[in-house]
């Protein structure tokens, strides 16, 4: 454990660990998944075990029916990256963030030559091939073709991330779609500001301690939405002080938890905050974003710091490396050893970790 993880950090961290329930596993998939509102999901392994991980019975089984078939889906309603949501969430989300999401890919669109007239005419087939039924990826993006709509290089992509932004679609497995009317329904309109608040309250509870600028960067929303919104529930929250920085945090966390943990990459414990410093306690993003390409390492955490990387050696196999800047500590091995063991009774893996 490193000089530069200060006892603020340790504190922050460890009040984080239980607040996202990596320290104190509790609930379903659908409650693990709800308590934290969004979790970031482009890697679809990854995501299983980010809600497997801190529910109280791991299950991948469980994770997987209950995208397939309850109340999990799948789609972009935060800064346009694929994440897991409760689908009864994901109506007022989006009615807060799509419209700048939309704007944000406004140039791609229109150098890929998409407009409003390929997304319409793109969203009566789908209306009309999902009626009812589930398709994969290149089955969707084949029935748009068929329609007359090319969907080569990227525009199959963007298409189907417009139309998900626009509620027509969802993702319900990994590639598996199906129509926002079969799926989720009809949702009831909410006020921005009520939604907002939503936003603030929910995220704190579930991430917090975190900051008013942590927010802004988890939603892609303005500050200048964020912090009114904070204020307004802030009486619901508690607050600490770190380094002359406000964190809110959901009352009554304690902190005072110990362990280690292997978890995926693109998991919320560090893609939940724009801030990343305390869990990497001086190290550099790059130690677990290799050359800054968007892809984020699996981590092994102790006692709240990230002090490795691990991988599958060879990929798909049970055998687990650690990629690390010095030895784990000698009296934490068996903890390492009993995390990646959890991983693998999740995903079905026997491990031989080398730690």
């Known amino acids: 454990m490193t000089r530069a993880f200060t006892a603020d950090h340790r504190r922050l961290t460890a009040l984080r660990l239980e607040a996202q329930r990596i320290a104190r596993p509790e609930g379903d998939p659908a409650a693990v998944v709800g308590h934290l509102l969004a979790l970031q999901a482009q890697d679809y392994p990854g995501a299983l075990w980010s809600v497997g991980l801190r529910c109280a019975r791991p299950d991948r089984a469980a994770v997987e029916r209950e995208l397939e078939e309850g109340d999990l889906v799948r789609s972009w309603p935060l800064r346009g990256t694929l994440h897991l949501i409760d689908r009864r969430d994901l109506g007022w989300l989006l009615q807060l963030t799509a419209e700048r999401i939309e704007r944000s890919v406004a140039a ?24 009812g039924a589930r398709l994969g990826r290149r089955d969707l993006l084949g029935a748009l073709a068929d329609g007359g709509i090319p969907t080569d290089g990227q525009r199959g992509a963007h298409l189907l991330g417009a139309l998900a932004r626009r509620r027509r679609i969802v993702l ?93 990459g693109f998991d ?77 009774r999740f995903t079905g893996q026997v491990v031989e970790a080398e730690v």
């Open 172 to 264: 319900c497995s990994s590639t598996r779609w199906a129509r926002w009317a079969d799926r989720i329904g009809p949702t009831e309109p909410v006020s921005r500001e009520d939604a907002l608040d939503a936003l603030a309250l929910r995220y704190f509870t579930g991430h917090g301690p975190a900051t008013a600028r942590d927010l802004a960067w988890w939603s892609g929303l303005p500050l200048g939405e964020i912090r009114p919104a904070i204020e307004r529930v802030r009486e619901r929250l508690e607050t600490m002080t770190v380094d002359g920085v406000e964190y809110l945090h959901r009352p009554g966390l304690v902190g005072a938890v110990q362990g280690a943990y292997a978890l995926p």
């Open 108 to 131: 791609r669109h229109r150098a890929l030559g998409l407009d409003e007239r390929d997304i319409a005419r793109a969203a009566a087939i789908v209306d009309e091939r999902l009626d």
């Open 268 to 344: 919320e414990y560090v893609l939940g905050y724009g801030d990343r410093r305390a869990p990497l306690a001086g190290a550099p993003l790059e130690r677990v974003v290799p050359g800054g390409n968007g892809m984020f390492l699996p981590t092994i955490v102790i006692d709240g710091e990230i002090v490795a990387t691990w991988r599958r050696s060879p990929p798909g196999s049970g055998r687990v490396v650690l990629d690390t800047p010095g030895p784990v500590p000698r009296r934490r091995a068996p903890a390492v050893r009993a995390a990646l063991r959890r991983w693998g």
